[in-house]
């Protein structure tokens, strides 16, 4: 595998299209800024179990 590859992308489209199946419409410049930080915090608060989740299912499997 390519090393330098993302595993996970969240996509400024794949965003805007959450937004418009939830709320109806397209997020503002500001709105997408909250959403990233929003994001980022939510993936990284917990990012350690979900390596280890992750790995261990991979190998177990």
Known sequence: ???DKNIFEISIEWVQLE???RIG???TDDE???VKK???WGLLFD???IFATAIYEA???
């Open 1 to 3: 595998m390519n090393s």
């Open 19 to 21: 937004a418009k199946n």
């Open 25 to 27: 419409r397209e997020l």
């Open 32 to 34: 997408l800024s909250s």
């Open 38 to 40: 929003g994001l980022e």
């Open 47 to 49: 990012i350690d179990t």
């Open 59 to 61: 190998v177990n499997r």
